[in-house]
């Protein structure tokens, strides 16, 4: 399993947030470069990055973030938030992102979703699949759908979608366990790759979504707030 250091960014800086509510907003001091870099020399090779101000206000505004990260780090960098057009993804592409994670799209304007997968190909785009009691939320998390999370994968695996990242928003930024129930549920339910994201706070989390099957998981506020050391992690680096 692959663990992936995440970034999160309100005005060009670093932050991170409780259950997706702006208000909780924590701002740490080291730029988003300089982070970046200390988890490639930790021998990290993914990074998730994520452009909160983008999505709220559904269109790219941290780009230069995105571009400076990518321009002076060798790092596989994912990245979403607010990439609602055919010039937004293909100003991240152009930016330097390897992957596209894209929520807001897939759930309200399925055909461009799909004209995306044609374009671009599944295997640079990641589903973002951000649940609230089963049900999809987008837009920053700021609106909530009616649409259960295992539907939504299916719909989306029929149109190619191979992976999958995941987000319980109840666990995000909690630091009290991942949601492994929701986890293995998607796991048993279809065939796509999950990368877990939310909740962990320690090696033991990891190894949890390592043994029920997850590809992959992002690691945010754990790292930020010293539950778990660079050290520790770079194992699955």
Not at 29 to 39: M, R, V
């Amino acid at each position: 399993m692959k663990i992936i250091p995440a970034i999160d960014i309100i005005n060009g800086k670093a932050v991170r947030l409780t259950r997706g509510d702006y208000d909780t907003k924590k701002e740490y001091s080291a730029e988003p470069l300089a982070l970046a870099k200390s988890f490639e020399d930790a021998g990290f090779t993914r990074l998730h990055v994520v452009d909160l101000d983008g999505a709220k206000a559904g269109a790219i505004l941290n780009l230069a973030v995105l571009e400076n990260i990518c321009t002076h780090t060798q790092l596989e960098v994912d990245f979403g938030g607010g990439i609602k057009s055919n010039n937004e993804i293909q100003s991240a592409y152009n930016a330097g992102a390897c992957l596209v994670c894209v929520g807001s799209v897939a759930l309200q304007q399925p055909d461009l979703f799909r004209e995306w997968i044609s374009t671009y190909g599944a295997e640079k785009l990641i589903l973002s699949a951000d649940v609230n009691e089963r049900k999809i939320a987008s837009q920053g998390w700021l609106h909530q759908s009616e649409t259960d999370v295992i539907d939504f994968i299916k719909a989306k695996q029929k149109d190619g979608i191979t992976r999958v990242m995941c987000t319980d928003i109840s666990k995000d930024g909690m630091l009290q366990g991942p949601a492994l129930a929701l986890y293995k549920l998607v796991i048993e339910e279809t065939d796509v790759k999950i990368i877990a994201s939310g909740g962990i706070a320690s090696m033991e989390d990891i190894e949890a979504l390592k043994k029920i099957g997850c590809e992959g998981a992002v690691v945010g506020k754990a790292i930020y707030e010293n539950k778990i050391s660079l050290k520790e992690l770079s194992a699955y680096a």
